[in-house]
């Protein structure tokens, strides 16, 4: 196994806490359109974008009719209601900055509209670090497609063999993968350790603050 050039790091769920509140207004967004989704089902669909996630409790018709709308929608209501309330998760700045500082090149692998991307790097404090950010605007599809890791590869100038992603849904694992890259897995953002293993995960730690406790013996290590 090549030591690892660059690492991309999902941020929802990966290293800031998100999910539960990615998940709230995804359902009120769908109640609002006549959807009435259990919570616990939307959850499962976080770490998806729009395009991805929409398909999953709407019909062809009902999006066609309503998709737009509701993604807008959504969208209003989280910079309205949530994005202030993220927080970021124990260890997750410091961890970004031991990968910078261990000589690894550093981007964030989200999907995220633009103005969340940059509330959560400000969040964080960790703009000086990176190499760069990917955007919904990088990629025409959202994970589980590669299109998101592929736009950060280019932002680290590396090899998928020779980078390495950090996410906490099996949905950044199977874009990971997709996209030539391994991944370490995250318990952070609510999936369990089977779900990550079964979707590629190479090794998993409890959040962002165990992962930069067992830095040296991780995968990230260079050696």
Same mark, same amino acid.
């Not at 970004?96 to 969340?116: F, N, Q």
């Not at 603050?209 to 013996?217: K, N, V």
């Given at each position: 196994?090549?030591?690892?050039?660059? $690492?991309?790091?999902? $941020?929802?769920?990966?290293?800031?806490?998100?999910?539960?509140?990615?998940?709230?207004?995804?359902?009120?967004?769908?109640? &609002?359109?006549?959807?009435?989704? =259990?919570?616990?089902?939307?959850?499962?669909?976080?770490?998806?974008?729009?395009?991805?996630?929409?398909? $999953?409790? *709407?019909?062809? !018709?009902?999006?066609?009719?309503?998709?737009?709308?509701? %993604?807008?929608?959504?969208? %209003?209501?989280?910079?309205?209601?949530?994005?202030?309330?993220?927080?970021?998760?124990?260890?997750?700045?410091?961890?970004?900055?031991? #990968?910078?500082? @261990?000589? *690894? &090149?550093?981007?964030?692998?989200?999907?995220?509209?633009?103005?969340?991307?940059?509330?959560?790097? &400000?969040?964080?404090?960790?703009?000086?670090?990176?190499?760069?950010?990917?955007?919904?605007?990088?990629?025409?599809?959202?994970? =589980?497609?590669?299109?998101?890791?592929?736009?950060?590869? #280019?932002?680290?100038? @590396?090899? =998928?063999?020779?980078?390495?992603?950090?996410?906490?849904?099996?949905? !950044? @694992?199977?874009?990971?993968?997709?996209?030539?890259?391994?991944?370490?897995?995250?318990?952070?953002?609510?999936? !369990? %350790?089977?779900? *990550? &293993?079964?979707?590629?995960?190479?090794?998993?730690? #409890?959040?962002?603050? %165990? *992962?930069?406790?067992?830095?040296? #013996?991780? =995968?990230? @290590?260079?050696?």
């Amino acid at each position: 196994m090549a030591p690892p050039e660059a $690492v991309l790091f999902d $941020v929802d769920g990966t290293l800031v806490d998100s999910v539960d509140l990615h998940a709230q207004a995804w359902r009120e967004a769908l109640r &609002r359109f006549g959807k009435d989704v =259990p919570l616990e089902e939307v959850r499962r669909q976080i770490g998806k974008g729009g395009d991805q996630l929409i398909p $999953v409790f *709407l019909s062809e !018709d009902e999006r066609a009719r309503d998709g737009e709308a509701l %993604e807008r929608f959504r969208g %209003e209501l989280w910079r309205r209601e949530y994005m202030s309330r993220v927080r970021p998760l124990p260890g997750a700045a410091e961890l970004v900055r031991r #990968a910078h500082d @261990a000589g *690894l &090149r550093v981007a964030l692998a989200s999907s995220g509209k633009e103005d969340e991307v940059e509330h959560n790097r &400000r969040l964080l404090g960790i703009g000086a670090l990176l190499e760069g950010a990917t955007t919904a605007d990088d990629a025409e599809r959202s994970k =589980p497609h590669p299109d998101i890791f592929e736009a950060a590869l #280019a932002r680290v100038h @590396a090899p =998928p063999d020779r980078a390495m992603a950090v996410g906490d849904s099996p949905w !950044d @694992a199977l874009a990971a993968r997709r996209a030539g890259l391994r991944t370490i897995g995250l318990l952070s953002g609510g999936f !369990d %350790e089977r779900e *990550l &293993r079964g979707a590629g995960c190479i090794a998993i730690y #409890a959040g962002p603050e %165990e *992962l930069l406790a067992r830095f040296d #013996a991780s =995968p990230l @290590a260079r050696g």
